[in-house]
């Protein structure tokens, strides 16, 4: 089905048309147009008009108001202040538009799709090989999710990448270790994702303690350990075998976690930094040749004009030591090669931490010095801030580590299932560990979306797990009663009806639903999950407010039962819709 015209832009259709009837060198002119608390909707353009005309803002809008088409879509409009115009929509217009969205049986409620939009590379959710996925992990997998299903909903072409730590030199004490010790990774029988992924990190947990203590204590051990880092890096295929165990245990592990957080990682979209590791040589060739990348005391360096040290010495970007070991700069440099020649994108999306700003910024412009991003490619680090305690501080255990993300998922499940055990009222003990888990992982996921990336945010799972205020359990409530209220219909349906008026709280329901479609994009466009989240908030609040107020059931007369059912339809399916770009469910009953 083709996209649905919004109410918006008919308006501004509308304007346009008239606004260059009135004043022909106006046409194409941004009218301004917004929704008002004063009307549906408020244009300021006019005023810069006048301006620029040297004409009376207000005799202007006059004229302009003269030229305007009411009727079908623009009921009325009104003159206001200096020359504002003031725009109330018909109210079968708002039914009519919501109709044509309800029409659309691709469930995209009218969304347009853009077709060839380009290539976006995403780089998110990178835990690191044989360690614990901690609280720090969090923010890189659900935002990345979210803004991989935003842009794929809107026609981008999205190529998925978990840049995992599976290289360095703590390999070389792992690898020795396991080599001496070759059944310290075998698995008991389990055919539970979560069970297996729980032993296989209990598995490397143990082995890494044990590995460090001999690496620590004994002399030979650790000679014999640092050369098999030399032995990995050579292409040992032996070495290669047993740090390909370390990999794929943790991947079990990985796989586990992110199937708890309700989340698709799938094993091709995992290239590791081991990865690029043949193109690191000539990624450095490549920057010395062009003078991008200079020697200094042996090691190949990229300097830059605004980095300097608190010496007031320049910072480079180290891209090879002096000693020949290579660092993250050129493992992501040469990422940076690969996504855009060999997979062709023209956006670069890297969804990491904000305290690896300075680093993205110097990899970004070398990319550019070398001519492998420029106006046609281009990269962007969607940063985000950190995860705070309820104090305000990093979030940390009592004893002052590192919180487990495994930890802090069931904790928010286990809140979560208490709240709906509560309220559950014919839901069997299966039924609501299942409720439980898609509300406590939705809690998590929207306290995170629903605050801009790059700022901070307080992790309070009371708060998290709370029926009211702007929460995930707030919106899935509201889903879940609006089904109630579709099976307490029976066998009423849903139904259209334009020729209805239209209650204040049914017209500010019903203006919102327009805007689901501009909002979708513009959190595409600008990787603003939180945009999206603010709107699907503000849409429940609209309906509850539209449920206290309009009797649906028991509306006066059989039509508007039907068109009360209708909008409560629209609203359960945008809700959805919306919920799951976020990566959240929205269960049928709570």
């Not at 996925?133 to 990345?144: C, E, K, N």
């Not at 929207?446 to 990336?453: F, I, P, W």
């Not at 939180?530 to 309906?543: D, E, G, P, R, V």
Request: charged letters at 25%.
């Amino acid at each position: 089905m083709a996209s649905v015209t919004s109410l918006s832009d008919s308006v501004q259709q509308h304007l346009a048309s008239a606004l260059s009837a009135t004043l022909p060198e106006a046409a194409g002119a941004d009218p301004l147009l917004r929704r008002s608390d004063r009307a549906d909707f408020q244009a300021n353009g006019i005023l810069a008009l006048a301006k620029k005309a040297k004409a009376n803002p207000r005799e202007l809008a006059t004229q302009v108001v003269s030229q305007i088409v009411t009727g079908e879509v623009i009921e009325d409009v009104e003159v206001s202040g200096p020359g504002f115009l003031n725009i109330t929509i018909a109210d079968k217009a708002i039914t009519r538009n919501l109709a044509a969205r309800y029409a659309d049986d691709t469930g995209r409620l009218g969304v347009p799709f853009a077709e060839n939009t380009g290539t976006t590379v995403i780089d998110y959710a990178q835990p690191n090989v044989a360690k614990e996925m901690h609280v720090g992990h969090l923010r890189s997998a659900v935002i990345g999710d979210s803004v991989v299903q935003l842009l794929e909903f809107t026609g981008e072409n999205v190529i998925r990448r978990h840049h995992i730590g599976d290289w360095g030199t703590q390999f070389g004490m792992l690898i020795q270790y396991l080599d001496e010790h070759p059944h310290e990774l075998d698995h008991k029988a389990s055919d539970d994702l979560q069970a297996s992924g729980e032993e296989a990190m209990s598995n490397l947990d143990r082995l890494y303690k044990a590995a460090r203590k001999k690496f620590d204590a004994d002399e030979e051990f650790k000679t014999r350990a640092r050369r098999r880092v030399v032995d990995l890096q050579a292409g040992d295929e032996h070495t290669l075998a047993i740090w390909q165990k370390f990999v794929d245990e943790s991947k079990i592990y990985f796989f586990s976690v992110f199937e708890k957080l309700d989340m698709e990682v799938r094993d091709p979209d995992i290239v590791g930094e081991s990865g690029y590791n043949d193109m690191l040589a000539e990624t450095c060739r490549l920057l010395e040749e062009s003078g991008v990348a200079v020697r200094s005391e042996g090691a190949l360096c990229v300097f830059f004009d605004d980095v300097k040290g608190p010496d007031g010495n320049p910072v480079p970007l180290i891209v090879q030591k002096s000693d020949g070991g290579y660092g993250y700069a050129a493992t992501d440099l040469s990422a940076i090669r690969d996504r855009v020649f060999n997979l062709k994108a023209n956006s670069l999306v890297y969804v990491v931490d904000a305290r690896q700003s300075l680093h993205f910024k110097m990899v970004f412009e070398t990319a550019r010095r070398a001519g492998w991003l420029n106006d046609d490619v281009k990269a962007f680090q969607l940063a985000f801030g950190t995860v705070l305690g309820k104090d305000g501080k990093p979030f940390k255990t009592r004893e002052g580590e590192t919180v487990r993300l495994v930890d802090l998922l069931d904790e928010a499940i286990d809140r979560a299932s208490a709240v709906v055990r509560e309220k559950a009222q014919d839901l069997s003990e299966e039924e609501i560990a299942e409720r439980g888990a898609q509300v406590g992982i939705g809690a998590v996921k929207y306290a995170d979306l629903s605050t801009s990336a790059n700022r901070d945010y307080k992790f309070d799972l009371d708060q998290m797990v709370s029926l009211n205020g702007d929460t995930s359990v707030y919106l899935q409530y509201a889903y879940a009663r609006i089904q109630s209220i579709l099976r307490k219909a029976g066998e009423v349906r849903p139904a259209a009806r334009p020729e209805l008026e239209l209650h204040a709280a049914e017209r500010a329901l019903g203006l919102h639903l327009d805007g689901f479609a501009e909002t979708v994009n513009e959190a595409a466009t600008e990787y603003a999950p939180h945009k999206l989240a603010a709107y699907l908030y503000q849409l429940a609040s609209l309906y509850t407010s539209f449920y206290d107020k309009c009797p649906v059931l028991k509306a006066e007369t059989p039509e508007q039962v039907e068109n009360r059912l209708f909008l409560c339809d629209v609203t359960a399916r945008t809700l959805h819709r919306g919920m799951a770009l976020l990566g959240i469910r929205t269960p049928e009953r709570l």
